[in-house]
């Protein structure tokens, strides 16, 4: 089976991820933080080490760090703990429902109120469309930095200083730009939420929660965190706050050297490696008339969406699965992104290469598209 | 005397040096400004330990890091690079 569905989850893994998520399961059994016997100790020393490799990746202070359990936990954690108390959002048309989900229930539950921008073509008008909607009482903004649908890169710099400017929060989903662009707390963000599991080449169950520390997060759960035990609140501290509960310290250990590969191979060379590879396929795929791929002159990361004429995006999925490929059809849990598309309700079947595909592999999956057109 | 000769006094010397430092424990709040204080510690060349915070030191679990450096130089340090922190003691 030949993986085109990276952008959900990177397979394979780089040989060092398999080869430390082994070491971990096998040298580091202790729980992290939680006593100060050698086998608990060399753990948090993992653990620290993993914290410290993320910190330097995205700019942040080491302590300003959390692990969470995937991106949709880190942006429940970052939304809910900014707009708990009320207030209103502006969020963008292309969201995952990691974002428009946990926005929509606070709606219903704590009478936040919410707003959402269309994404223009031009990237100054996608600012413009964003401002408009700020109000007296909006606390922050979220986008994904890039859509999960298309791959359409979004103004997230140009939001970041409108931000700033409205002296409002900047929260960013960050999930299928780190480790293709070079997203930092640099950019202006003020958290940068990601999952583990796809261009960090980190093992699934993995997330990263990174503040720049302007913003005090309430929590959403609370717990053991090993430090203040004698006290009923939670702790202030980060990154304990927002780490209640044992972490998943063989999965971190390989996001760490997740992390410090895509450090070597640099994010840009596997950018340009993907992108070609997304280039030759949208090459291919023009030659039929039958197939429409959704995409402007704007800026993407290496994902591909498109559909053949008179099939369903499931059934094309399904058929390029019996002959050999995994590519994703549907929704891809983005309604919003497809409403925005005009792609619902039959989606699109989605292309979303790794580091590890090749131009072979390529071609043989657009001559197994053309065969169904 | 040779290279070789200085460099094993060296050695010896600066290994007496560092038993003769008394070690500094610094409570602190959270295990990871333990092992940040460890990193920066051992920048400057002070060997040091995070341990587990003895019960009467602490009104509850806790990390406090070991360093054979002395007290004042020690949580000044932490102090200049924003590391927050309790208080020093001895054992």
New interface residues.
Partial sequence: MINFDNSASSFPKPLRVRRAVSEAIARYGGN?????HTLS?QA??KV?EA??TAAAFFGAE??NVAFTANATFALNMAIKGIMQYGGHMVISGYEHNAVSRPVYALSQSRGVTFSTAEIDLDDDRTVENFERLIRPDTKCICCTAASNVTGRILPYRKLAALCRERDICFIGDCSQAAGLLDITLGDGFDFICTSGQKALCGPSGTGLLITDGRYPLSTIIEGG???????LAQ?D????RLESGTVNTVGIIGLCEGIRFVTEQTPAAIMRHEQALCDRLIRRLSRSRRITVYRTEARYVPIVSFNVEGISSHEVSQRLSDKGFALRGGLHCAALAHNSLGTLPQGTVRFSPSVFNTSRQTDMLADAILSLS | MSFREVGAYTVIVVMIMNKAIARTYIAMTSITYAMKAKSLFEKQGWHSDVIRTPKDQSSGCGYSVAVRAAEREAVGLLDRHGIPHKAAYKL
Avoid at chain 1, 237 to 240: A, D, G, S
Wanted: proline letters at 12%; a negative charge.
């Fill in positions: 992290p933080g939680r006593s100060g100790m948090a020393e620290y914290r410290e080491t302590e965190t090993g430090t203040g035990s004698a006290l702790p501290e980060l990154p304990e």
